[in-house]
C-alpha cells in the first residue's frame, strides 16, 4: 500500500509539472489576460471599439521604441510593453483597419532617420543613449504625432491613441469658437522682467481634437462655421456681444458659458494690474434672465461636506470654499459627469431655476444641505478660518454646473443694440454706420427648435494652476492632471460636439484611490469644533469692545491709569476660564481624531498584513482536512 501510495504521488507531482509548462508555453504564445480592476483599467473601452468599428479605411501605427537599452528603469521598460500589447490589441480587434509596424531605432539607422523625420523626439539619458519611445498615426494624407508615451498619463493611454485614430480618420468639420475676458493663449510677461504666460493646458488638449477659433471681444456675429461657442468669463462684455450670443444661440447653436464670482486666475490679468482695484466677476445677467437661470455675482458658495483640505500656514484645515467632489456626489446618469473620479472647484458661484420658468433645469453638480455662501468681497480681505466662520449655510438648493433646456426667446426684441458712445478703443473699429448692415443672419425673436446651454459657476477649475502640475523628465516638459478638472471640460465640449465616444474612454477611472473615509473624519471633527470655536471669538470680541469703550471714555477724562471695577475684571477672569475650558475641549477632539485616524491605519496596516495568509491558511486547512478524510475513507 505505501509503494502505491509513493508512486501516486510522485506521478501527481510529474503531471503537474506537466501541466505547469503547458501553461507558461501557451502564455508565451496566446498572449491571455484577465483584467481585475474594479474599473475595467486594461480593458479597451466600448467607445474604442466604436471607433474601430467605424474605420472605412485602413490607419496605419509606426510604433518607435528603443528595446535594448539596459539602463531604462524596469517600471519604464514595463509601460513600453503595456504600450506594445495595446497598440497589439488595437491590431486584433479592428478587423485589419489598424497596420501596426514596430521599430527599433538604433543609433545610424534608417529607422532612427524616420523617427526624427516624423518629429519623435528621443530622451536624453546620464549615460549618454536616446531613448524613442512615440509613434505616428496616419490614414491616406491625415497624420497625428504621439511624440512620447508618459508614463505620468497612462491612465490616459487608451484614450491618447484612440484621439489620435479617430483625429486622422474624421471628416468632421466641427469648430469650436471661444469668447473670453481674459488672454488664454499666452504672451509677454505682464510685469518686465518676469516669464512670459503661457498657453492654458486646457486649450491645447482641445486643439489635439478639434480646431479652435478664439474670437475677439469685437465680434458682432457668431460665425456660422462655429458648431459650438464657448464664453470664458464673459468680463464687460459690451450689449452687441452679448447680442451676437443672444441670436447664435437661437440660431441652435451649442454654448458653454463659464462664470465666476471671484475668478483667482483673473487677478493676474492686464486690467487688475498696477494697484488697480481688481474685478474679478463676471455675469451676462440679461442672458441668464431669458434662459430661465438665477445666478448672483456678488457670492461664493461653499460645501462643509465637500471642503478641500488646505494649509493655511497655520495648519492642515478643511476649507469649504475650495470644493472637492467624489464620483459618488457627481451625476452618474449623465455622460458628461459619468465616471469621473475626483473635481476641484475654488470660490465658485451656485446657479438655480429662475421662478416661474418653465425651462428645464438640469443640476449635473449640486452642492450639500451643509453648503451656504459668503459675499465675494470678502474673499480678498479674510483668512480661510474666518470664510469658513462666516459662511451662512441654508438649506437652498445650489449647481455648480447645470444645463438649462427649452425654445429660447432673445434677450433683445429691438435687435442690435446700438454702438456704445463712450465705448473703449475694442468698439471704436466698428463705428462705421455700415456696421449697422453687416450682419449676415436676420434678427430672431424666438428660436425655432429647443436647444441646450451648459453652465458652469466656476473658471478657474480649467487653469493650470487648479487643474495640472507641469512636471521636467528627462529634458521632456511632462503636464500630469491632479484631478479630474480637465476631463470634466473636454468631456463637455466632446458631448456638444457630438464626439461621446472620445468622452467614454477619458471617463474609464482613474489610478488614484484617495483615502475618503480619513477625509470625512477629519471634516466631522472640525465641523464639531468650529461652532464653540466660533462663541469663543464672539465672546472675546464683546469683552474687547467693552474694556476698549471703557479706555476711551477714560482717556476722555485725562486719566493717565485706568483702574478696572471689580465686576469688569471678574468678567475678564471668568471669560479666561471659560476660554481656557473651551480650548481644552478643541484639543480633546484633535486627541480624538487622532486616535481615530491612526486606530484605522492601524486596522488597514493589519487587514493588509493578516488577511490574504489568513484567508491561504483557511483554504489550506478545509483542503487538508478533505484529503484526509478522503484518504481514511479509501483505507477502509
Known amino acids: 500500500m505505501k509503494e502505491l501510495t509513493l508512486s501516486s504521488t510522485w506521478g501527481s507531482i510529474f503531471l503537474l509539472v506537466i501541466c505547469l509548462v503547458a501553461i507558461n508555453v501557451t502564455a508565451f504564445f496566446i498572449p491571455l489576460r484577465f483584467d481585475l480592476t474594479e474599473e475595467r483599467l486594461y480593458t ?3 467607445g474604442s471599439m466604436e471607433i474601430l468599428e467605424n474605420l472605412k479605411d485602413p490607419v496605419r501605427i509606426n510604433f518607435y521604441y ?29 478587423n485589419g483597419k489598424i497596420l501596426l509596424e514596430i521599430y527599433d531605432p538604433k543609433p545610424d539607422t534608417e529607422e532612427e532617420e524616420w523617427a526624427q523625420k516624423f518629429g519623435i523626439k528621443p ?42 485614430i479617430q483625429k486622422v480618420s474624421s471628416k468632421s468639420t466641427t469648430k469650436i469658437g471661444i469668447l ?19 498657453k492654458w493646458v486646457f486649450l491645447s488638449e482641445l486643439e489635439k481634437s478639434l480646431p479652435v477659433k478664439i474670437l475677439p471681444l469685437t465680434t458682432e456675429e457668431i460665425p456660422d462655421d462655429v458648431s459650438l461657442l464657448i464664453v470664458l468669463h464673459p468680463r464687460g462684455f459690451s450689449p452687441r456681444l452679448k447680442y451676437a450670443i443672444d441670436q447664435y444661440v437661437l440660431r441652435e447653436g451649442r454654448l458653454i458659458v463659464l462664470l465666476d464670482p471671484n475668478a483667482r486666475i483673473d487677478m493676474t490679468s492686464p486690467a487688475n494690474q498696477f494697484g488697480q482695484q481688481p474685478q474679478l466677476a463676471s455675469d451676462i445677467p440679461e442672458l441668464l434672465k431669458k434662459w430661465g437661470v438665477e445666478y448672483d455675482k456678488t457670492k461664493v458658495a461653499g460645501d462643509h461636506l465637500h471642503a478641500s483640505q488646505v494649509n493655511t500656514g497655520r495648519g492642515i484645515m478643511s476649507f469649504p470654499i475650495w470644493m472637492t467632489f467624489r464620483s459618488k456626489f457627481l451625476n452618474q446618469e449623465h455622460p458628461i459627469t459619468a465616471q469621473l473620479e475626483n473635481l476641484l472647484f475654488v470660490e465658485a458661484g451656485a446657479f438655480k431655476k429662475s421662478a416661474g420658468s418653465s425651462y428645464d433645469f438640469k443640476p449635473l453638480l449640486s452642492l450639500s444641505e451643509q453648503s451656504g455662501f459668503v459675499e465675494a468681497f470678502q474673499l480678498r480681505f479674510s483668512e480661510p478660518e474666518q470664510l469658513s466662520r462666516e459662511m451662512k449655510v441654508d438649506r437652498e438648493e445650489k449647481a455648480l454646473m447645470a444645463i438649462t433646456t427649452g425654445i429660447f426667446s432673445t434677450a433683445f426684441p429691438d435687435g442690435q443694440p ?22 449676415k443672419n436676420p434678427h430672431m425673436n424666438e428660436a425655432v427648435n429647443s436647444n441646450s446651454i451648459l453652465l458652469f459657476s466656476d473658471v478657474d477649475f480649467i ?96 486719566q493717565k491709569e485706568v483702574i478696572l471695577p471689580k465686576e469688569i475684571q471678574l468678567e475678564i477672569e471668568k471669560f479666561k476660564q471659560e476660554e481656557l475650558q473651551t480650548r481644552r475641549k478643541l484639543r480633546e477632539v484633535r486627541k480624538i481624531l487622532r486616535q481615530d485616524i491612526e486606530q484605522l491605519g492601524r486596522g488597514l496596516l493589519l487587514l493588509n498584513m493578516l488577511a490574504i495568509p489568513l484567508i491561504v491558511g483557511i483554504i489550506g486547512v478545509i483542503v487538508y482536512r478533505y484529503r484526509t478524510q478522503k484518504r481514511l475513507k479509501s483505507t477502509r
Open 180 to 198: 473670453s475676458s481674459m488672454s488664454l493663449e499666452g504672451g509677454r510677461a505682464l510685469i518686465p522682467g518676469t516669464a512670459p504666460r503661457e
Open 44 to 46: 479597451i473601452s466600448d
Open 463 to 558: 487653469s493650470d494652476q487648479f487643474s495640472v502640475q507641469k512636471i521636467n523628465f528627462l529634458g521632456q516638459s511632462i503636464i500630469q492632471p491632479t484631478n479630474d478638472n480637465l476631463n470634466l471640460i473636454l468631456n463637455a465640449t466632446e458631448h456638444l460636439s457630438g464626439n461621446e465616444a472620445l468622452m467614454s474612454i477619458r471617463s474609464r477611472g482613474r489610478f488614484s484611490r484617495p483615502f475618503t473615509h480619513l477625509i470625512a473624519m477629519q471634516q466631522k471633527a472640525q465641523m464639531r469644533y468650529q461652532d464653540e470655536e466660533k462663541q469663543l471669538l464672539a465672546q472675546l470680541n464683546e469683552v474687547q469692545q467693552g474694556l476698549n469703550t471703557l479706555l476711551e471714555s477714560a482717556g476722555e477724562k485725562g
Open 66 to 94: 528603443s528595446r535594448d537599452i539596459a539602463e531604462l528603469p524596469p517600471n519604464f521598460k514595463n509601460y513600453t510593453q503595456r504600450v506594445e500589447e495595446l497598440l497589439t490589441e488595437y491590431k486584433t480587434l479592428s
Open 418 to 439: 446700438p454702438i456704445e458712445k463712450n465705448g473703449s478703443s475694442d468698439t471704436a473699429e466698428s463705428e462705421d454706420p455700415e456696421d449697422e448692415k453687416a450682419l
Open 123 to 164: 530622451i536624453n539619458l546620464p549615460s549618454g543613449n536616446e531613448v524613442y519611445f512615440g509613434a505616428i498615426v496616419s490614414m491616406l494624407d491625415q497624420e497625428m504625432l504621439l511624440p512620447y508615451f508618459d508614463l505620468r498619463r497612462e491612465e490616459f493611454l487608451e484614450y491618447d491613441i484612440s484621439r489620435a
